[in-house]
């Protein structure tokens, strides 16, 4: 008799539990679908990344160089520069052009500089905007291995001190450094926007300007010239990235001096060399990437000199060379590399096409989203969430962290016309880091807004990477597939406002 009253009682309560629980569902539930008053949906749209062939970005990909070969007496310069890189087709292959001449080249007398004066500064340059690469500048002093003064001469006639024949300036002689303080705040003022140039040296002492055996009055006055020429760079360039040599003679304290304290980055140039790259080396590359890009330079060129057959690797032929130059870049994670002067160029492109491609598909940034979900029917004046995943697939870095890039790239969403692809709204996440999209480690993130003065109707989502210093113009190349309007935004799919 009690079993059948217990059961009793457990089918009321049953009972009042599901009645509760339908009632709770019809007040939170929202409107039963129909025609005339449709449920949002969200579509999810993949999109597939563009694994082979160039990419353009700043702070990225292959260099060419105009170094001192480049120019005859009085730095005339050789005007048929371009003539012969277009015969390589370089413009399928690099990113950038590197001027590295020495100061007497830059400013032949007293303020009179060659972007001003020099027809083939201007021809480089110039040559250069027209076949979409960016610049990127070395300032070297010292004349040690080189035929001519590489400081002008008005600075020893100025009462300056120095050393050799051809003469340089002790780095540590104030009469010198006032006047290389004036050529660089001349410089900067020309050549200080990111648009234009990709990185400057920021050093240029010692042999070659890689800071190996400088030459000072004092040696006990190493750490004050260090820090006086890092600050001085520091100063002037406000928008450019700036570089560094890293190698044990400069020591650890006073590298990180300027990659920590001054936002500067790696540059090494001896990849390729078993002897000049070592564990010090490798260390440093350890202790700041992806903090800040790594910079690389083969320590072999086609000089005429066969010392790089005696390399503990082996090396029997130029491409066994690029070779261990790549590889070395490679596990570095290089955001650039050299093909350098026209004979290396031509070795690079000819005996190891190969390679060249190898390093355009895998080094420095190829970013791309893999996937963006998104509502395609949104209320005016309602929340909705777009949630995106970025991808990396090169194995560099984005140096968007660094001080003088101040994280001015963005990813940003809009809302385009259907037929004039003109912007209606826009729409910038800043939680979405693209200096932090590293390969192998995909990012998701998502972006709550919501839509205020826009008119109903039908629009296209769209996405970019955009400068938020340039009037948040898509900025980034993104290594994809898909339509891309002409300013740059990859569309996604329809949305409806409403």
């Not at 890689?210 to 260090?226: A, K």
């Not at 001015?408 to 826009?426: G, N, P, S, W």
């Not at 296209?460 to 938020?468: E, G």
Request: with cysteine.
């Amino acid at each position: 008799m009690k079993r059948h009253i217990y059961t009793a009682i457990a089918n009321i309560i049953l009972w009042i539990t599901t009645i509760a629980m339908s009632m709770a569902c019809s007040k939170s539930s929202p409107q039963i679908n129909d025609e005339d008053n449709p449920l949002p949906t969200e579509k999810t749209v993949t999109f597939y990344p563009k694994t082979t062939g160039l990419i353009k970005n700043p702070m990225m990909g292959w260099g060419i160089y105009s170094d001192l070969s480049d120019y005859t007496d009085n730095y005339a310069g050789d005007m048929q520069f371009w003539t012969k890189f277009d015969a390589l087709n370089i413009d399928r292959y690099a990113t950038h052009l590197y001027i590295r001449w020495p100061w007497s080249a830059y400013e032949g007398a007293k303020g009179q500089y060659a972007w001003d004066t020099n027809p083939f500064f201007k021809l480089l340059v110039e040559g250069a905007k027209q076949r979409g690469l960016k610049l990127a500048f070395r300032v070297y002093v010292d004349s040690r291995d080189y035929a001519t003064s590489s400081t002008p001469q008005y600075v020893r006639d100025a009462g300056a001190q120095g050393y050799g024949t051809p003469w340089s300036p002790y780095a540590d002689d104030t009469i010198f450094q006032a006047h290389y303080t004036d050529f660089i705040t001349a410089f900067a003022d020309e050549f200080d926007d990111s648009d234009v140039v990709d990185y400057v040296d920021g050093f240029g002492l010692g042999k070659w300007g890689e800071g190996h055996s400088m030459i000072l009055r004092n040696d006990y006055n190493y750490e004050t010239v260090f820090k006086w020429i890092v600050d001085l760079y520091h100063q002037q360039f406000k928008h450019v990235l700036l570089a560094l040599n890293y190698h044990v003679e400069i020591g650890a304290p006073l590298l990180n001096y300027a990659f920590n304290e001054k936002d500067f980055i790696l540059r090494h140039d001896a990849f390729g060399m078993s002897e000049w790259y070592g564990n010090f080396e490798k260390g440093m590359v350890a202790a700041h990437f992806p903090n800040r890009p790594i910079i690389t330079e083969s320590g072999w060129w086609m000089n005429g000199n066969t010392a790089w057959m005696n390399d503990p690797r082996g090396y029997n032929a130029w491409r066994n060379v690029w070779e261990g130059t790549l590889g070395d870049a490679l596990l570095q994670q290089a955001n650039t590399l050299d093909l350098r002067s026209l004979n290396e160029a031509t070795s690079w492109i000819q005996t190891s096409p190969d390679l060249v491609q190898r390093f355009i598909a895998d080094g420095g940034y190829r970013l791309y989203p893999s996937e963006v979900k998104y509502m395609e029917t949104i209320g005016i004046g309602e929340d909705f969430t777009i949630s995106h995943t970025w991808n990396n697939m090169g194995i560099g870095v984005c140096p968007n962290n660094l001080k003088q890039w101040n994280y001015k790239y963005k990813v940003a969403f809009a809302l385009l016309d259907t037929q004039t692809k003109e912007i209606r709204t826009l729409l910038i996440d800043d939680e979405a880091e693209p200096s932090q999209w590293l390969r192998g480690q995909p990012k998701s993130y998502k972006h709550r807004g919501r839509l205020n003065g826009v008119k109903a109707g039908k629009y296209r989502l769209a996405v970019a990477v955009v400068d938020t210093s340039k009037d948040n113009k898509p900025a980034l190349n993104l290594a994809m597939s898909g339509n891309v309007t002409q300013e740059g935004w990859w569309e996604v799919g329809d949305v409806t406002v409403q």
